[in-house]
């Protein structure tokens, strides 16, 4: 990693503790600059306003909560199964640790604005979510009824998180959620699957 590749990163490490500890408004520029171990004009140099310095991070935190790839369908297995597995694994990136920390400091701020709020879930809109592909597979394969599969699989996550999600965000802890997932997805399938 160059040099103005390193301070980038320093200057965003500091900014997220910074905001997670100050909010937005009340963070300073200059103290990022010094926890970053740089200078102002450095600073300004990579992120010409805290706003831009906030854009960022918050495209930093789409980016954590989109690094499960795509889960394709595999007629061989049980849907119930590979949804299952898939949802798992999504619920392990989603609250990861350093992941839940961004959330909570992007989502204050866009709590805050109004208008940053509306950008930045335009932005979330043309993100697929990574169980999308095995539901719309299942729909084209006949397993689970046709339907759009965004909606689909925006249902079936907004259970999971329900449950998975909001209350680690919130508690900072994980919560007993024993046979939770595997209601989740059978709430789900009784409402998509095709009777055989």
């Not at 103005?4 to 200059?30: N, P, V, Y």
């Not at 499960?68 to 392990?92: F, H, I, W």
């Not at 084209?140 to 999971?160: E, I, K, M, T």
């Not at 998975?164 to 508690?171: G, R, Y």
Request: hydrophobic share 45%; aromatic share 10%; net charge negative.
């Amino acid at each position: 990693m160059i040099l103005r590749d390193k301070k980038r990163q320093a200057i965003i490490e500091a900014a997220i503790a910074e905001f997670q500890e100050q909010g937005f408004l009340g963070a300073k520029t200059t103290n990022i600059a010094k926890r970053a171990s740089v200078s102002s004009r450095t600073l300004y140099n990579h992120f010409p306003s805290k706003e831009d310095l906030f854009d960022a991070i918050a495209e930093i935190m789409m980016a954590r909560n989109s690094t499960m790839a795509p889960v394709p369908y595999d007629p061989d297995r049980p849907l119930k199964q590979q949804l299952s597995e898939a949802l798992e694994t999504y619920v392990g990136v989603i609250t990861e640790s350093q992941t839940i920390g961004l959330n909570r400091m992007v989502i204050s701020e866009l709590l805050r604005d109004l208008k940053r709020s509306q950008a930045f879930f335009s932005e979330m809109a043309t993100h697929d979510y990574p169980i999308t592909q095995l539901i719309a597979d299942a729909m084209d394969a006949g397993v689970l009824r046709r339907a759009d599969p965004n909606y689909a699989a925006s249902q079936l996550l907004g259970l999971v998180k329900t449950f998975f999600f909001w209350p680690e965000f919130f508690l900072g802890s994980k919560q007993d959620t024993s046979g939770i997932m595997e209601d989740c997805v059978a709430m789900f399938l009784n409402h998509y699957a095709v009777e055989t």
